[in-house]
């Protein structure tokens, strides 16, 4: 008779089989396994999709989450609500949900009106900004939290500051199949009669193949006709990003060392009755795994409770498992110690039966209908806890209390404006204008552009293509002999002049610190820190403050990686000191500012301090920055309300006319910009309010009422004139518009999902 619960109805959310991953696997295992052992609970699915299509998911799947989309996040909290469903059951890992460290998770969590149970498939001890973020939240969403080894609940009290009373220790689950001699499996895969060693999982460069590859040779010698099998495909991301190089690389080692008679490889994703045929042939299971910072591995689950002898690295989770004589640790990264321990086990019959026994009878515990029972019995206690404590009960929010609504990003026009030299610089209407050719400093926007998007999750293969296209042109536009950047190039792909503007010099040299700054760019951190190493020293002699800022701006995000160059931090003191002076004999009285003209590009003066102030701890700078940027907004601040930017038709020159128009972009983009670093730095709620302000004065809420982006193209208008709008859609424009965008998005995932900004 199978067990009661008082749990009706309960949504598993995470990634799900047919998708290709190890948490795919365990939710499905989880979810069948709860289902078979409580057959009058309803089990239902959201599963997060990480490609556009989803997979053909079978039919306890209810709605899908698209990876990046904050927005699907939102609604499957509403879709969880409405269903009435007693409990969600999260499988947390940092890498299947979108936003910095999986932080969209935290937007849906927050939302929900029942009791959550996650369970934490990875507990770093040395967590980045971002990941410490979204643990706390994610503690503080939890009503409890399931670790499958004593190392996570004791990572849970010491780090993440967890009461011990709201963590369940449930080991991972694994198939119960019977003790059974490894001889019986081994005919069906062609090697009766020869030892077989097994490693299986999602193959990538942290499993450490190559080390049990050095480590045949030895045990070649004394058993010759071992058999080592690398069961598994390609972990999908890395074939995505480098194909089957690192396979390709481990046959040609293979090839190598002369171990290739010895060695199989089995690209593919199996299936578990498969996989337990496979597990069944092994006499030794093998982990070389590479680094100690794994607290669950699911294969060493499976391998150790089908009664496997194992062989691993001392990782976490091994360490555990295999403590007592259930297993036999090597060091990390010794070919001689897996072989010695190999051929020892082979060697040693009786020690090796008596290790699968010892392995054998614990993992009875492990078997999937405990771990269920187990899964029940903590939802259950969830559910009296969250009875206990009280929750809203009403899914509904008001207009207030829902995130604004953004264009949906639209690229069509920026790949339009760009071809393989980079992006042009204007438009004649929405029609790229050639004659005008390119510029360094559109170029070098374009590329941070293309990193903010990668950054928000919105890779693909054309963003990543335009991005070092944009790169390539910062590099063309380099001369490596004056140490200057090159702005203007015709279209016929010649430059028009031997030295750029020092702003545009600022502008390369802040995308490039970007791209320095953001991980996963490979290749292209390289080329940028070499660029920006040689083009820095001579920006400490510039004399535009723009080119300060946006030089300054390029250093914080540089030394966000590279923290110790020495000259780097040198010239940002120099430059912060440079723009205090600035202030320091412009301002006076009722005139806050940098110089004796508000003319273009302003607000990247405060922003440039207030980051300065957040990353040298500098109260001074921030202050500064946050003074000026206050006394700015209120400039650009019409009578009904709406962002006025300071026109380029005249500007504003202390104790003059302000000029009402031409209103560029750019301005509206840069006041985005410096409102949002504002509220980084002060979780000053007034800040964001400037900040939508400004955006939609693209939209709209401007003096003309008329909308500055085309939403048919993805394009933006040059300006606003004093009885219309431009009808050319230029880089510039385009650009600011979509960087505006892009931070606006950033800022709204940040709301969302924390309580507070990140404190840089």
């Known amino acids: 008779m199978k067990t009661p619960s008082a749990v009706r109805k309960i949504a598993f959310l995470a990634d799900y089989l047919p998708r290709k991953c190890g948490i795919a696997t365990f939710t499905t295992d989880l979810r069948c396994a709860v289902a078979g052992e409580f057959p009058a609970v309803q089990c239902l699915v959201v599963p997060v999709n990480d490609r556009a299509g989803g997979y053909d998911y079978p039919a306890e799947v209810r709605f899908e989450i698209a990876e990046q989309d904050l927005s699907s996040y939102l609604r499957a909290a509403d879709f969880l609500n409405i269903t009435g469903v007693d409990v969600v059951c999260v499988q947390h890992e940092f890498g299947i949900y979108g936003g910095p460290a999986g932080s969209h998770l935290l937007a849906l969590l927050r939302d929900l009106?029942?009791?959550?149970?996650?369970?934490?498939?990875?507990?770093?001890?040395?967590?980045?900004?971002?990941?410490?973020?979204?643990?706390?939240?994610?503690?503080?969403?939890?009503?409890?939290?399931?670790?499958?080894?004593?190392?996570?609940?004791?990572?849970?009290?010491?780090?993440?500051?967890?009461?011990?009373?709201?963590?369940?220790?449930?080991?991972?689950?694994?198939?119960?199949?019977?003790?059974?001699?490894?001889n019986y499996f081994k005919d069906e895969f062609g090697v009766a009669g020869r030892p077989v060693v097994l490693t299986f999982g999602l193959l990538s460069p942290n499993k450490g193949i190559e080390h049990a590859l050095r480590a045949l040779p030895d045990i070649i010698e004394e058993f010759p006709g071992v058999v080592?099998?690398?069961?598994?495909?390609?972990?999908?991301?890395?074939?995505?990003?480098?194909?089957?190089?690192?396979?390709?690389g481990l046959e040609r080692l293979a090839k190598d060392l002369g171990v290739q008679r010895n060695v199989v490889f089995f690209n593919r994703f199996v299936e578990l009755e498969e996989l337990m045929r496979f597990i069944g042939a092994a006499d030794i299971y093998l982990t070389p795994y590479l680094t100690e910072s794994q607290i669950t591995s699911g294969t060493l689950a499976y391998a150790f409770g089908a009664g496997n002898a194992v062989v691993s690295t001392p990782y976490w989770h091994a360490q555990e498992l295999l403590a007592s004589e259930r297993g036999k640790l090597v060091p990390f990264g010794d070919p001689?110690?897996?072989?010695?321990?190999?051929?020892?086990?082979?060697?040693?019959?009786?020690?090796r039966h008596s290790m699968r026994k010892n392995a054998y009878r614990m993992g009875r515990d492990m078997v999937w209908s405990r771990t269920a029972q187990r899964y029940v019995r903590s939802f259950e206690q969830a559910q009296q806890e969250h009875s206990f404590v009280g929750r809203k009960?009403?899914?509904?929010?008001?207009?207030?209390?829902?995130?604004?609504?953004?264009?949906?990003?639209?690229?069509?026009?920026?790949?339009?404006?760009?071809?393989?030299?980079?992006?042009?610089?204007?438009?004649?209407?929405?029609?790229?204008?050639?004659?005008?050719?390119?510029?360094?400093?559109?170029?070098?926007?374009?590329?941070v552009l293309t990193l903010m998007l990668q950054k928000l999750g919105h890779g693909s293969p054309e963003i990543t293509s335009r991005a070092a296209t944009y790169a390539a042109f910062l590099n063309h536009a380099f001369d490596r002999t004056s140490r200057r950047f090159r702005n203007f190039m015709s279209f016929d792909r010649r430059w028009l002049e031997e030295v750029?503007?020092?702003?545009?010099?600022?502008?390369?040299?802040?995308?490039?610190?970007?791209?320095?700054?953001?991980?996963?760019?490979?290749?292209?951190?390289?080329?940028?820190?070499?660029?920006?190493?040689?083009?820095?020293?001579?920006?400490?002699?510039?004399?535009?403050?723009?080119?300060?800022?946006?030089?300054?701006?390029?250093?914080?995000?540089?030394?966000?990686?590279?923290?110790?160059?020495?000259?780097?931090?040198?010239?940002?003191?120099?430059?912060?000191?440079?723009?205090?002076?600035?202030?320091?004999?412009?301002?006076?009285?009722?005139?806050?500012?940098?110089?004796?003209?508000?003319?273009?590009?302003?607000?990247?003066?405060?922003?440039?301090?207030?980051?300065?102030?957040?990353?040298?701890?500098?109260a001074r700078l921030m202050e500064t920055g946050l003074e000026a940027l206050r006394w700015l907004v209120e400039v650009q601040t019409s009578?009904?309300?709406?962002?006025?930017?300071?026109?380029?038709?005249?500007?504003?020159?202390?104790?003059?006319?302000?000029?009402?128009?031409?209103?560029?972009?750019?301005?509206?983009?840069?006041t985005v910009s410096a409102?949002?670093?504002?509220?980084?730095?002060?979780?000053?709620?007034?800040?964001?309010?400037?900040?939508?302000?400004?955006?939609?004065?693209?939209?709209?809420?401007?003096?003309?009422?008329?909308?500055?982006?085309?939403?048919?193209?993805?394009?933006?208008?040059?300006?606003?004139?004093?009885?219309?709008?431009?009808?050319?859609?230029?880089?510039?424009?385009?650009?600011?518009?979509?960087?505006?965008?892009?931070?606006m998005q950033a800022l709204q995932n940040t709301l969302t999902s924390f309580k507070e900004p990140s404190g840089k």
């Open 336 to 351: 001689p110690a897996i072989a010695e321990a190999v051929v020892g086990l082979l060697r040693d019959e009786p020690l």
């Open 500 to 618: 750029g503007s020092e702003d545009c010099h600022g502008h390369a040299l802040w995308a490039l610190g970007l791209c320095v700054a953001q991980a996963g760019q490979g290749s292209f951190q390289m080329l940028a820190a070499d660029l920006f190493e040689q083009a820095l020293p001579v920006a400490a002699e510039f004399t535009s403050p723009r080119a300060w800022a946006f030089t300054l701006i390029g250093i914080d995000e540089y030394l966000s990686r590279l923290g110790g160059d020495r000259r780097a931090n040198q010239i940002r003191d120099s430059l912060n000191a440079k723009l205090m002076q600035r202030y320091a004999d412009a301002a006076s009285g009722d005139w806050r500012w940098f110089e004796d003209v508000v003319s273009y590009t302003n607000a990247k003066l405060p922003h440039a301090l207030i980051l300065s102030g957040c990353c040298t701890e500098d």
């Open 639 to 670: 009578a009904d309300g709406s962002l006025r930017p300071v026109g380029s038709n005249g500007f504003y020159t202390r104790g003059g006319e302000r000029a009402l128009f031409d209103q560029q972009p750019i301005e509206a983009q840069v």
């Open 675 to 743: 409102c949002i670093e504002a509220y980084e730095a002060t979780a000053d709620m007034f800040w964001v309010v400037e900040a939508r302000r400004a955006f939609e004065w693209f939209l709209g809420r401007n003096d003309l009422g008329l909308a500055l982006y085309d939403s048919s193209t993805g394009g933006c208008r040059d300006g606003l004139h004093v009885d219309r709008v431009s009808q050319n859609e230029g880089a510039e424009s385009t650009l600011a518009f979509l960087l505006a965008l892009a931070e």
């Open 393 to 447: 009960t009403s899914p509904i929010k008001t207009l207030d209390e829902q995130p604004g609504q953004l264009p949906e990003l639209k690229l069509d026009h920026l790949f339009r404006m760009s071809d393989s030299t980079g992006i042009f610089q204007h438009a004649s209407f929405t029609v790229p204008n050639f004659a005008e050719g390119y510029c360094t400093d559109d170029n070098a926007r374009a590329l």
């Open 113 to 182: 009106r029942m009791p959550i149970v996650t369970t934490l498939h990875t507990i770093l001890r040395e967590p980045n900004a971002d990941q410490r973020r979204v643990m706390r939240e994610l503690v503080q969403l939890s009503t409890r939290l399931v670790v499958m080894a004593e190392r996570g609940r004791e990572f849970l009290r010491e780090i993440y500051r967890t009461p011990e009373a709201k963590i369940d220790l449930i080991p991972h689950g694994i198939p119960d199949m019977p003790f059974a001699d490894p």
């Open 228 to 248: 080592y099998i690398v069961l598994g495909q390609t972990h999908p991301n890395l074939l995505r990003d480098e194909g089957e190089a690192y396979r390709l």
